[in-house]
T-cell receptor, first 113, second 111 residues
Framework: QKEVEQDPGPLSVPEGAIVSLNCTYS??????FMWYRQYSRKGPELLMY????GNKEDGRFTAQVDKSSKYISLFIRDSQPSDSATYLC?????????????FGKGTKLSVIP | DSGVTQTPKHLITATGQRVTLRCSPR?????VYWYQQSLDQGLQFLIQ???????AKGNILERFSAQQFPDLHSELNLSSLELGDSALYFC??????????FGPGTRLTVT
């Protein structure tokens, strides 16, 4: 079993839809959870960052972490064609020096005008 | 723009050769990380340096090595290249928090 599982999609939605992206993980030591957006042939761009369980909202984006289920989500409201990209979840454990990120393989999202 | 720079953008070389990829972190960031992204494996952590010292190692091949210099820029050296080393190589940097900021990447093609 991979440490982080993410449905690769592709996921295609109409403009204005609510998008739900998810990852599951197996390592209970993971404490920090991030979502990155990657446009084709570009570097990953940090979107959201949360610690432990709970919700975090930033504009149209909401990140949720459920540590009891080892499940994290990213919601995008009022999706736009410019949101079309690959979304990567990433996580790492707490503790000094344990900063390496473990990534999901990414979900490719297309928002259709 | 993340503030992390990488050169070159694209590199084409032959099997058996050696290449060096360069990364400059965001101003003030002491940590540099190297990742490899391939279609089948996704983004894989290779190695981390913190203020000139190796801090963590991931799935880095023995043919690969890295270093971080006093001015905090880092280089990733890839030797005895094989076709399977063709991938995107990303550098990321971080300060005293867990968020990592990625550069634009170097696309390596081994022919």
């Amino acid at each position: 079993q991979k440490e982080v599982e993410q449905d690769p999609g592709p996921l295609s939605v109409p403009e204005g839809a609510i998008v739900s992206l998810n990852c599951t993980y197996s390592n209970s030591a993971f404490q920090y959870f991030m979502w990155y957006r990657q446009y084709s042939r570009k570097g990953p761009e940090l979107l959201m960052y949360t610690y432990s369980s709970g919700n975090k909202e930033d504009g149209r984006f909401t990140a949720q972490v459920d540590k009891s289920s080892k499940y994290i989500s990213l919601f995008i409201r009022d999706s736009q064609p410019s949101d079309s990209a690959t979304y990567l979840c990433a996580m790492n454990p707490s503790g000094a020096g344990s900063y390496q990120l473990t990534f999901g393989k990414g979900t490719k999202l297309s928002v259709i005008p | 723009d993340s503030g992390v720079t990488q050169t070159p953008k694209h590199l084409i070389t032959a099997t058996g050769q050696r290449v060096t990829l360069r990364c400059s972190p965001r101003s003030g960031d002491l940590s540099v990380y190297w990742y490899q992204q391939s279609l089948d494996q996704g983004l894989q952590f290779l190695i981390q340096y913190y203020n000139g010292e190796e801090r963590a190692k991931g799935n880095i091949l023995e043919r690969f090595s890295a270093q971080q210099f006093p001015d905090l820029h880092s280089e990733l050296n890839l030797s005895s290249l094989e076709l399977g080393d063709s991938a995107l190589y990303f550098c990321a940097s971080s300060g005293d928090r867990y968020e990592q900021y990625f550069g634009p990447g170097t696309r390596l093609t081994v022919t």
